[in-house]
């Protein structure tokens, strides 16, 4: 006797091998046996506390159910589609081990209830897994901003040189952004840590279960109110896709500067041999694919998150096969996620950035005109028309192809008597970010503020 499917008594035949093959998940939702096993433990735990199984078969189910974990993690039990899913596959060989006691295993449950709690007890998992990572990028974001934070670099706006910064700041706005993507993370393992457990198939049972207390064994903080809510809700999945695409958002304007940075063009970051790539035809080439692979994997999670949108619309309560496409979105959106949060951190931890590279040229550069702009404004000019002065100071300079601190102080003062010589100490980069006054910004004491900031909180 081969394969008997869960369900098979009803029909005359069994279901044809193309659909068969069509329709196994076993593939996709094998990855799922821890959770699986155990989500039957609990169950089987609070069957027997609820006198619905007798004493005693809970041990012999436990101790099997333990033992099949062991024979599939072992691949002494293979995955085979054959067997549908991985719900049927561990039930049939619970069978095939104890006999009739393992047809109990299923008393008062649904697979639909037990899918919706696989994938909660892996959501919960991978929950902690992506916030340790994500914790472990801004360790690196943290350790660069340390060790260049008298490092100035021009910011931008447009991708045009708009005021110096300490390239610090810059590394501290990604710490800064990550965190929200772990508030976001937190936030979802709230909704996640519920339990559907005891829905049934779609409307609770009609045995006597204690649903909080397989919930309380799982360590879920309680249960899922509706039972048809808890086996056709995909929203807190989807959730976890939208976490991990703004995650994934975030990882590819990082990945995108890293690749620019590392141009010659701008000839900031050197990333060590162990994380570059060369070309198969052009010797000279060091290309920076592991930032570029980050920025393209970006693909695959917003498409994930469209997929699995796509999968749950318009799909009537409760239970719908097309549901059990939900975990190939899931598990690419997370396994992406994951890998690109720690690649990402371990070419940061083995970069280098050029310390030297714009300090020199950014001094009298047109970048600093906005600090004449402010000084003409404690002059009490009032600022558009501060603003309209160093736009002509400016022009000025443009036209004669020289910077801010090679123009004269009688050219400056032909715009406005204003100017004095004292202005030519503000025009370098280093007095312009040390004349930052306001909270947050690039200034080296709300730098330092910031990175105290952060090496309390990440330890
Ligand atoms: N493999 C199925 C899934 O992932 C399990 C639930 C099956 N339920 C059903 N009624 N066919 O969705």
Redesign the pocket.
Known sequence: MGFMALWDSRFKKSLADNALKFSS?INI?GKLFNEDIDGSKAHVNMLVKQKIILAGEDKLILKALEEIRKEISSGKLKLDWRKE?I?SLIENRLVEKIGETGKKLHTARS??DQ?ALDERLYMKKEIAQLIKLTRTLQKSLLKKAEQYKNTIVPGYTHLQRAQPILFAHHLLAYISMFERDIERLNDCMKRANKSPLGAGALSGTTLPIDRSYSAKLLGMNGVLENSLDAVAGRDVMIELISSCSITMMHLSRLSEELVLWSSQEFSFAQFDDSFSTGSSLMPQKKNPDIAELVRGKVGRVYGSLFGLLTVMKALPLA?N?D??ED?VHLFEAVDTTKDCLHLTSELLKHAHFNKKRFEKELNGDLLLSTDLVDYLVRKNVPFRKAHNIVGKIVAVCVDQNIKLNQLSITEYKKVSPKFENDIFKLLTALASVKNKKSQGSTSPQEVEKQLKYWKNKIK
Do not use: V
Request: glycine fraction near 0%; charged fraction near 40%; charge should be positive.
């Open positions: 998940s939702d899913d719900h697979r639909n899918i239970y096969r549901m059990q975990k």
